[in-house]
């Protein structure tokens, strides 16, 4: 009995006049049950005509029955007090209902990732206490289940592709997915899992040793620039007053290099401080994210999480911790020794690149070959990919014309649906370059990943909204941000070359052939990570270039490894 009660749904037992549970149980001769006292009530009530009804059928008696508590339900109202049923709320805004219970729906506690449904505590017993149920894998109450299912075949995806990024049933791989590189999605989740944390432990103890050390290396320039300041002055204060003058000019000197030694510094200083934190913020969202036992939910969106391009050359960031100013010191000597002759012959041999040893060799990019080391290597997205474009060569082309098979997708909440545009899989930060192939009108872009996905509206299209930055390659070219048109006059060649320097706000854009010529540049601060993306009409394509094609073409040996 007390079996039967946990699986009874609570509105079985409401009364239909209080519309709360039974209190004292009673039935009468048509078969409904009321609280002893509310049938009462409405009986006294109908005292003066002498005929009694029910006031759930209406079914007329033309005695009064005498009433008694009714012991069976009263039993299953105790047993329920005393079950987890009890405890379960009614779902609320937000909250997961269980798939089981009807009329009034009850808060899921869990749901089942072979059954795909969401059950309440209650309705969840069978899969605790039932031998076959037991094996079934249960997570948190998820209100997604059915992003778990192809929607192809209406089959748990199990299986992810290596291949193509994604996650299958076992009917694609048979299929769209025959011969793919496919392995258990747990298999994928714990190798991806496990590579993540290495790479994140990487990052952050590189960036974080590289911060100390120019943190150091300003403290020590502090130093070395403060003491060169005192003992110029002392110096100076030795000779006459006809030579005061140039005492003033040497310390704005040396405060000038200090201040310019100083500001690329901090920039650099600031910038692995953001990198670092980004670094922590993703790590812990995928620590967040390894708690969930949904494989899919993981694999998913650890996809982003895991996909950054290498940090910064640190090497290339050159700190010196024995700074001085002996060049001041020397020739500040021979003035003291020579006074008038070295004030009008001499100190015109301080230029200012010898006055202090320089903290920091900044690198510019300037030739195709400086670029290219910082390459990135970019894959287009399947799951954002409108459904008129054409994805092929392992996720690296793009087509849209007539004659394209229109290509099927699942359903996903990261595609774009009105627009025909598609994203990268990999973020962009740090500094990256990459080049595409563009035939027809192709709009590069750049854009934030919380860029809009559904619907016609500006909020979704690349370069009519502050999430995105375009190029038009078309006749003419133009560029967009925040829906506003920057005509440029320039005829480029079909190959475009990407260049972002995600810390300093600069996002160029080149036409690469023999030479680089500059199509147009703009400088801005980007709080995200960025992503490239394009948008295609009828009959054109956009390829992303690969690494080993672009260096051959280039004439190459050698290139920097991310």
Known sequence: MAEASVLLDQDQLVCPVCLDLLKDPVGIPCGHSFCMVCINDCWDQEDQTGVYSCPQCRETLSLRPALRTNIFIAEILEKLKK????????????DVECDFCTGRKLKAVQSCLVCLVSL??????PHREVPALRKHKLVKASSQLQENVCSQHDKL????????????????????????DTVAAVAERTHRQSEAQVRFQEALQAKEEKLVELKNGAETLKICA???????????????????????EVKELIRAQEKTELIQTEELIQQLEMEISDLKRRRAELEQLSHSEDHIQFLQGSLSLCSFPESEELSKILVHQRLSFSGVNKLLSDLKERIEQICSEEFCKIPPQTAAVRLILPFIPETREDFLQYWCQLSLDPNTGHNSLTLSENNRVVKRGYKCNTQ???KHPERFDSYNQVLCVESVSGRCYWEVECTGWVSVSVSYKDIGRKGGGYECRFGFNEQSWSLWCSSPFSFWHKSIQAILSIHASSRIGVY??????????????????????????????????FELSTNSSAKLCDSLDTISKAGLLWIRNE
């Open 500 to 533: 972002v320097d995600h810390g300093r706000g600069t996002l160029s854009f080149y036409s690469v052939s023999d030479t680089m010529t500059p199509i147009h540049t703009i400088h801005t601060t980007f709080t995200q990570p960025l992503y490239t993306g």
């Open 226 to 248: 403060q003491t060169a300041v005192e003992d110029s002055g002392r110096m100076f204060t030795e000779l006459t007053e006809s030579i005061g003058r140039r005492c003033s």
């Open 408 to 410: 099927r997708y699942f």
């Open 120 to 125: 309440c505590e209650a309705h969840l017993k």
């Open 83 to 94: 079950t987890p049923l009890q405890m379960t709320p009614p779902a609320g805004p937000g």
């Open 157 to 180: 995806m199990e299986i992810y592709c290596r291949t193509d990024h994604s996650c299958v049933c076992y009917l694609c791989t048979m299929h769209e997915h025959k011969g793919h």
